[in-house]
């Protein structure tokens, strides 16, 4: 089991993904299941966290669209959460010139004593593009992105 962060910062605003991959007994146990993650973020005075599990696909498919990203500074790159609404990030371009951006949403039910209760928060921020490149050194991303499967 390894622990890595992909980190996305800009003027004040940061995103924050851990991973810790259990490969063997994710695809024993539990099937697809590849990654349980931690978020965090803070933007513009908003502030959240989450813990949730990833698929392997996703995790790879998102790796494999950070890299084309990177390489082209067009496009964009898709994450989600097995459970709906846990997890949505998109790391994408957002001009001609070369700026990217990270937008998403994570939440969670919180159960009180007689009720649950949705808590979220929606972010969105613009970074320097040669983060690309840091965040495709974590190593949770790394074995996708030279491994495709």
Same mark, same amino acid.
């Given at each position: 089991?390894?622990?890595?962060?992909?980190?996305?910062?800009?003027?004040?605003?940061?995103?924050?993904?851990?991973?810790?991959?259990?490969?063997?007994?994710?695809?024993?146990?539990?099937?697809?299941?590849?990654?349980?993650?931690?978020?965090?973020?803070?933007?513009?005075?908003?502030?959240?966290?989450?813990?949730?599990?990833?698929?392997?696909?996703?995790?790879?498919?998102?790796?494999?669209?950070?890299?084309?990203?990177?390489?082209?500074?067009?496009?964009?790159?898709?994450?989600?959460?097995?459970? =709906?609404?846990?997890?949505?990030?998109?790391?994408?371009?957002?001009?001609?010139?070369?700026?990217?951006?990270?937008?998403?949403?994570?939440?969670?039910?919180?159960?009180?004593?007689?009720?649950?209760?949705?808590?979220?928060?929606?972010?969105?921020?613009?970074?320097? =593009?040669?983060?690309?490149?840091?965040?495709?050194?974590?190593?949770?991303?790394?074995?996708?992105?030279?491994? =495709?499967?």
């Amino acid at each position: 089991m390894s622990i890595t962060a992909l980190r996305f910062q800009g003027q004040g605003h940061s995103f924050e993904i851990g991973a810790s991959i259990e490969e063997e007994i994710s695809r024993q146990v539990l099937g697809d299941v590849s990654a349980y993650v931690y978020v965090s973020v803070s933007s513009n005075g908003f502030i959240g966290h989450n813990d949730l599990w990833l698929a392997h696909e996703e995790i790879a498919q998102f790796a494999r669209q950070l890299g084309e990203l990177n390489q082209s500074l067009k496009g964009e790159a898709k994450l989600s959460s097995i459970s =709906p609404n846990e997890l949505e990030l998109v790391v994408r371009a957002v001009s001609s010139r070369g700026n990217v951006a990270v937008t998403g949403n994570t939440g969670y039910w919180v159960k009180s004593e007689n009720a649950m209760f949705w808590h979220s928060v929606s972010f969105g921020f613009e970074f320097e =593009p040669g983060q690309l490149s840091e965040a495709l050194q974590g190593s949770w991303l790394r074995q996708y992105v030279s491994n =495709p499967d």
